[in-house]
């Protein structure tokens, strides 16, 4: 008999389980069996063969309807064709021989009922399976085929040219049929409260269910286990985090923080006062804080963050902000340098009594200032150090680091919070991550289930909303001619603008790799998204047969044209650091009406006198990106206004999700668009994506009860049994997901 931890080979033998491993990526009787049929054929319901796309693999079940044999012209052999249907549709299987092919037009005579599987591909108008793998239903051999032939319902699994579906299955009976009855990963208790059937059952039932209801009821058992061993795995890392230990930083009477406070020239919305009281309260424990602080772009996180760092440094540490970008970098360094104003000018002239100092770290610092940020680092005489990865090097030491903020946490990896980490001396930093791409609850739960959470759900008051309008500039030409129109009003009205382009341009014929170019590399999920399917030349039927709108072209085309007069700059990832720096002090300082860019200004970007943003080809932007975007106008005083320029058509999907950000500025129920249309692998991450995802069956939105559930179970157990002695099947499964997890990051590195 065998575990799930055994080699396929022990079950399947090794011809196929080389295959197994080759075709599908599955190597143990556990990954077997937990790759999960894609769909179910009922005995005797032919496929719908109509709805067959170019391209798709497919398993069929189908009736020969005629067959012919012809002969090649000029060669020795002969094309055997045989047409199937469903009643309806017809699909042409063809199959190129050397001689005669006898024994086809015995296997596949007209009536003989059997399952194709294949590469759909159209020839003459005809769709058809080229050499497909076939199996004759009714008339298989012993062993696995007859069995499989009693059973009513057929498994479809996502299959490739290598592994039929059929071969596929076989296997897994044979892996069934081994297998000793496994620990069960769900505890009894879980299993009797949500009347859940054993976990050898669901196996079963999933992979030879004997009706529907027997595979609904495997997949609502086995989604639990998804949910429960990841929760558990989180639970496990919370606890362990607790069993750390930080230096507490209390707030200190007089203190910088008091100053800070009483010179803010605004009042703290009720959210953020919130926030700061728990973050205050967190940083006084004696272990570490490990929260994660989301709120919209312009919801003031950035004070939050600000605040904790001079509890910090009042309590004689140290903060490290670390941000994404070189440009965010900067602009955090200038607007905290402003914020803090005398407090941040030790040793200088003006600076106040107990003031601290700031230093920037970033990877273009010249040697000297570099070699200045790094000895005021080590010595402690600067308490608040920001940067961007530069400050991951080894070279970079800290006199006492206790506070580490990240900024747009979605940009580091766990690898990279680590790395900082592993920099304070004594215990471990505190850690705030901030992050504004705002993320349902269970996502929340699953991604960063070992983070404590914050969210401030609403924005300084005096904010003017943003008003966003689709431009079809298919349709409506003039529309577009309003636009460039509108800018100049705003202009002639003392404001400014952004006109963003998903592209950069300019030197040079135009490659798919210029999209990925668009940004600073760790940038641009979306940039990424749109580059992902080599040109992004048809994404979603948008802008088709032309490269999408460069930011250096589209700004001689303005200069010389609608927007002749103004004074236009231009700024995209491929400038130098400091040209990009100048370009955005330039901007920041009102000396540029018009900022042609790319996606750099994405995140944090902060110029509030910026009231228009018109956004070319938005249909190559991911609905969050969109919304991170327009959040750099309506920062001031003044209505920012968001144009979303697309060629897509009235009907294109592109345009559905334009509309969805033009109808709401809720960017909860944007993300969750967003993660609809997303593979849950891309939200989790590189350590979950990839074939053998932990996430099967489970859906993070549709399965939100589900996984609050889970995870108060989770928790409970951890916090009886954390090291799970009393349940070897879970323990084993946790095991496995910690594996996976780490092959992955293996592979990556
Ligand atoms: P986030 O990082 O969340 O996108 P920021 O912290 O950059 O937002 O804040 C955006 C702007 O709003 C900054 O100029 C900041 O000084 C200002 N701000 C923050 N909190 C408040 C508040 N309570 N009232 C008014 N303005 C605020
Ligand atoms: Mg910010």
């Known amino acids: 008999m065998a575990i799930l931890a055994d080699p396929l080979r022990l079950v399947v033998g090794d011809k196929a389980a080389k295959r197994l491993a080759s075709a599908l990526d599955l190597h143990t009787v556990g990954d077997l069996l937990g790759y999960y049929p894609r769909r179910y054929e009922q005995r005797g319901d032919l496929t719908d063969l109509v709805t067959l796309r170019d391209g798709d693999h497919v398993t069929v079940q189908a009736e020969v309807a005629s067959v012919s044999t012809r002969r090649m012209r000029n060669r020795s052999g002969s094309i055997f064709e045989a ?12 199959f190129f021989g050397r001689g005669r ?64 579906s059929w071969k596929i299955a076989d296997s897994v009976y044979l892996a069934l049929h081994s297998l000793d009855v496994p620990d069960d990963p769900l505890p009894e208790q879980v299993r009797c409260r949500y009347d ?101 772009v312009g919801s003031g996180k950035t004070v939050i963050a600000l605040r904790a760092m001079l509890q910090v440094v009042d309590a004689a540490g140290q903060a490290v902000l670390l941000a994404p970008t070189e440009v ?70 800290f006199d006492d680091l206790g506070l580490v903020v990240i900024d747009e946490q979605h940009r580091f990896g766990v690898e990279q919070r680590d790395a900082l980490r592993d920099k304070a001396g004594d215990g471990r930093p505190h850690m705030l991550v901030m992050t504004a791409t705002p993320i349902p609850r269970t996502v929340a739960m699953t991604v960063f289930g070992d983070l404590d959470v914050s969210t401030l759900t609403e924005l300084p008051a005096g904010r003017s909303p943003i008003s966003t309008h689709v431009v079809p500039a298919a349709d409506r030409p003039h529309y577009l001619a309003r636009t460039w129109e509108r800018i100049r009003e705003e202009v002639a009205a003392g404001r400014q603008a952004y006109v963003v382009c998903p592209r950069i341009g300019g030197d040079g014929p135009v490659g798919s790799d210029e999209l990925l170019a668009c940004d600073d590399a760790a940038s641009g999920r979306a940039s990424a998204e749109s580059a992902s399917d080599d040109g992004a030349e048809t994404r979603d039927g948008a802008s088709p047969g032309r490269p999408p709108i460069a930011a250096v072209d589209l700004a001689a085309e303005l200069a010389a044209g609608p927007l002749g007069g103004l004074r236009l700059a231009i700024m995209h990832g491929r400038l130098p650091p ?24 994405e995140v944090g970007v902060d110029v509030p006198n910026a009231a228009v943003m018109v956004i070319m080809d938005a249909d ?38 334009l509309d969805a950000v033009a109808g709401t500025l809720d960017g909860f129920a944007l993300s969750r668009i967003d993660l ?66 780490e092959t992955t990051y293996l592979e990556k590195a």
Do not use: N
């Open 620 to 657: 190559r932007f991911g609905v969050s990106q969109l919304h991170q975007l327009r959040g750099r106008v309506g920062r001031g005083a003044v209505p920012g206004l968001c144009l979303l320029v697309t060629e897509a058509g009235e009907d294109a999907p592109a345009r559905a999700r």
């Open 676 to 741: 609809e249309q997303r593979r849950e692998g891309d939200v989790l991450g590189t350590a979950q994506a990839g074939r053998k995802s932990s996430l099967k069956l489970l859906q993070l939105l549709r399965d939100e009860d589900l996984i609050s559930r889970a995870r108060e179970e989770a928790t409970a157990l951890v916090d009886a049994d954390a090291a799970l002695a009393g349940e070897p099947g879970l323990a084993a499964a946790v095991r496995a997901l910690v594996d996976a997890a």
């Open 83 to 94: 047409v199937v249907t469903d009643g309806r549709g017809h699909l042409t299987l063809t």
């Open 101 to 164: 092919q006898d024994f086809r037009e015995r296997d596949l005579a007209p009536g003989t009922r059997g399952l194709f599987s294949g590469q759909v591909s159209s020839f003459r108008g005809k769709r058809q399976l080229t050499h497909p793998d076939y199996e004759v239903l009714g008339t298989g051999p012993s062993g696995a085929r007859a069995a499989e032939y009693a059973a009513e319902i057929i498994p479809v699994y996502p299959a490739t040219s290598q592994m039929p």
């Open 578 to 601: 400091d040209e990009k720096d100048k370009v955005m002090l330039a901007f920041a300082d009102g000396m540029v009406d018009v900022l042609v860019t790319t996606t750099v200004v």
């Open 196 to 296: 859940l059937r054993g976990y050898a059952d669901a196996l079963r039932g999933i992979h030879r269910p004997a009706d529907m209801a027997d595979v609904q009821r495997s997949r609502d058992r086995l989604k639990w286990d998804e949910a429960f061993v990841l929760q558990v795995l989180l639970a496990q890392r919370r606890l362990a985090a607790t069993s750390y230990t930080a230096i507490p930083r209390p707030a200190v009477e007089g203190g910088l923080l008091a100053e800070f406070d009483a010179a803010l020239p605004f009042e703290l919305t009720i959210g953020q006062q919130l926030a700061g009281a728990t973050i205050a309260t967190d940083l006084v424990q004696d272990h570490p804080m490990h929260r994660l602080l989301q709120g919209e």
């Open 328 to 397: 965010l970098a900067q602009q955090h360094y200038r607007s905290i340098a402003s914020l803090l104003g005398p407090l941040a000018m030790a040793g200088q002239l003006g600076g106040a009594e107990h003031a601290t100092r700031l230093a920037l770290l970033t990877g273009s610092l010249g040697a000297a200032a570099r070699r200045k940020a790094l000895a005021e680092s080590e010595s402690g005489s600067a308490g608040i150090i920001i940067g961007t990865h530069a400050l991951l090097e080894d070279r970079v030491q």
